[in-house]
Antibody, heavy 119, light 108 residues
Framework: QITLKESGPTLVKSTQTLTLTCTFSGFSLTSTGVGVAWIRQPPGKALEWLAL???????LYSPSLKSRLTFTRDTSKNEVVLTMTNMDPVDTATYYCARIIAGVYFDTWGQGTLVSVSS | SYVLTQPPSVSVAPAKTARITCGGDNIGSKSVHWYRQKPGQAPVLVIY???ERPSGIPERFSGSNSGTTATLTISSVEAGDEADYYCQVWDRSDNHRVFGGGTKLTVL
């Protein structure tokens, strides 16, 4: 069974750095074609793709947020970590991690974690 | 960047057929994937590569893609199908993943 679970703070202040961890099981991030992505969803709004990391450790970031994002992985722990700098209230959202197949579609999602940013 | 356009809402009576569209420039040349999101829950993949259904998704869910419009079709709609539906593509031109704005399906 493939599972992913997000963890991190529920509340951060403006200008602080957000660090989110995605812990997964049932697959290996070293398997060819496999990746893990972060997607967020502000309350009442649409999904927005943020970043993804591939089995070969290559990374890709949303152009609108690229300067603020860093994506790392720990294959021994089956974890990936996303950091987002200079948080703002508009970054308030539920943050999801998901497995991406062939770099194309997201077949399994975590439950999501709501992060609120206070001014 | 590539833009996907979905109608904000679609309403359908039980047992009828719902069609949710996703428009984009020459979207027929891309693979389209669809997700269902019920209130308070994470999205779930319902269609991938235009027409493929993951295991566990009923045959009532089908997809098509041609020209400038991709369509998710849900036949024999049930109350439990009420949810937000999102389309998604891989934009090869800049290697980014793009979601549509979502469509709220209401079962009357």
């Amino acid at each position: 069974q493939i599972t992913l679970k997000e963890s991190g703070p529920t509340l951060v202040k403006s200008t602080q750095t957000l660090t989110l961890t995605c812990t997964f099981s049932g697959f290996s991030l070293t398997s060819t074609g496999v990746g893990v992505a972060w997607i967020r969803q502000p309350p009442g709004k649409a999904l927005e793709w943020l970043a993804l990391i591939y089995w070969d450790d290559s990374k890709l970031y949303s152009p609108s947020l690229k300067s603020r994002l860093t994506f790392t992985r720990d294959t021994s722990k089956n974890e990936v970590v996303l950091t987002m700098t200079n948080m703002d209230p508009v970054d308030t959202a539920t943050y999801y991690c998901a497995r991406i197949i062939a770099g194309v579609y997201f077949d399994t999602w975590g439950q999501g974690t709501l992060v609120s940013v206070s001014s | 960047s590539y833009v996907l356009t979905q109608p904000p809402s679609v309403s359908v009576a039980p047992a009828k057929t719902a069609r949710i569209t996703c428009g984009g420039d020459n979207i027929g040349s891309k693979s389209v994937h669809w997700y269902r999101q019920k209130p308070g829950q994470a999205p779930v993949l319902v269609i991938y590569y235009d027409t493929e259904r993951p295991s566990g998704i009923p045959e009532r869910f089908s997809g098509s893609n041609s020209g400038t419009t991709a369509t998710l079709t849900i036949s024999s709609v049930e109350a439990g199908d009420e949810a937000d539906y999102y389309c998604q593509v891989w934009d090869r031109s800049d290697n980014h993943r793009v979601f549509g704005g979502g469509t709220k399906l209401t079962v009357l």
